[in-house]
């Protein structure tokens, strides 16, 4: 009988394990590998030269390059909420009140700084 690591023999079937046959984000410098214990996951990125450089900037201020990408992580997910509050108020405003005017668009990009 040969010698098989756990890997050959299961592969992929540890509950806690899972990784994407197909990257998961649209951006193709990102691969996902989730291990999850204790309700953290372990990520790995994949950097370019420049992408490593800014990690390594911001890591000493947010406490680490982990510290680093999940704040950069919950940043990104506001935005995108902000960006989605403001369509939706949009839309609501579009129903009730007829179109948005061009100076109503721009002094609400000015407000919430989009």
């Known amino acids: 009988m040969g010698s098989t690591t756990i890997a050959e023999r299961r592969?992929?079937?540890h509950p806690r394990l899972q990784v994407a046959a197909e990257p998961?984000?649209?951006f193709p410098c990102v691969a996902h590998a989730?291990?999850?214990s204790g309700g953290m996951s372990t990520t790995t990125v994949r950097l370019d030269d420049e992408?490593?450089?800014l990690?390594?900037?911001l890591a000493p201020e947010y406490g680490g390059r982990s510290s680093a990408i999940r704040q950069a992580v919950r940043l990104l997910a506001a935005e995108r909420q902000r960006q989605n509050a403001l369509r939706s108020f949009i839309a609501d405003w579009d129903?009730?009140?007829g179109p948005v005017g061009e100076e109503d668009v721009a002094a609400m990009?000015?407000?919430y700084d989009l």
């Open 55 to 57: 990690l390594d900037m």
């Open 24 to 26: 998961t984000s649209p």
């Open 11 to 13: 592969p992929h079937t």
């Open 34 to 36: 989730c291990y999850t």
């Open 109 to 111: 990009a000015k407000r």
């Open 51 to 53: 992408d490593e450089a």
């Open 95 to 97: 129903t009730d009140e």
